[in-house]
């Protein structure tokens, strides 16, 4: 039978096992919030190529069609039948997307004026926002703060699985 440590080798152990337990936390925290860093570069990441594809789509639908008011109806409808709010046109959407309506008609209206530019003295009209980009930043932040959630988060669909059968 071994002999009991003596007191000042049981000190020891117990500062060392102490450092080992403080060790074990610091590594669970820098993982934590590694993994935190990681999934906000992926959401960040993700968000990026949506508003690429619906302000890229918006504009190639913006520069194909000359007429503005038709251009800006396509650009919407193009927008709300991606995220699946629509099947055929605006029409569909109920009133609770007016609010929606207001803040991006001004950013297809950008991307027309982007498109088919006219000389200031030919049009009464008031020019279009400045940059659709930073237009669509705003929109974004305005919808988070009145939904709860990002707008581009829309984009998110769950697809159930699906049994692999083979034949």
């Not at 669970?28 to 968000?47: G, H, I, M, P, Y």
């Not at 703060?145 to 669909?157: C, D, M, S």
Request: charged share 30%; glycine share 4%.
């Amino acid at each position: 039978m071994p002999s009991p440590a003596p007191p000042l080798a049981d000190s020891l152990i117990a500062r060392l096992q102490a450092d080992c337990t403080a060790a074990e936390a610091a590594e669970r925290a820098v993982r934590a919030s590694v993994e935190s860093q990681l999934k906000e570069a992926e959401r960040l990441r993700a968000f990026a190529w949506r508003r690429l594809s619906a302000l890229g789509d918006m504009a190639r639908i913006a520069a194909l069609e000359p007429d503005r008011e038709r251009a800006v109806e396509r650009q919407l409808v193009s927008l709300f039948r991606d995220i699946g709010w629509i099947e055929n046109d605006l029409g569909e959407l109920g009133e609770g997307a007016r609010p929606l309506l207001d803040w991006l008609r001004p950013i297809a209206e950008a991307l027309h004026a982007e498109a088919h530019p006219v000389a200031a003295e030919e049009t009464d009209a008031e020019p279009p926002v400045a940059d659709p980009i930073a237009a669509f930043r705003a929109f974004e932040a305005w919808y988070e703060a009145e939904r709860g959630q990002p707008f581009l988060q829309v984009f998110e669909r769950y697809m159930p699985p699906t049994p692999l059968v083979e034949f």
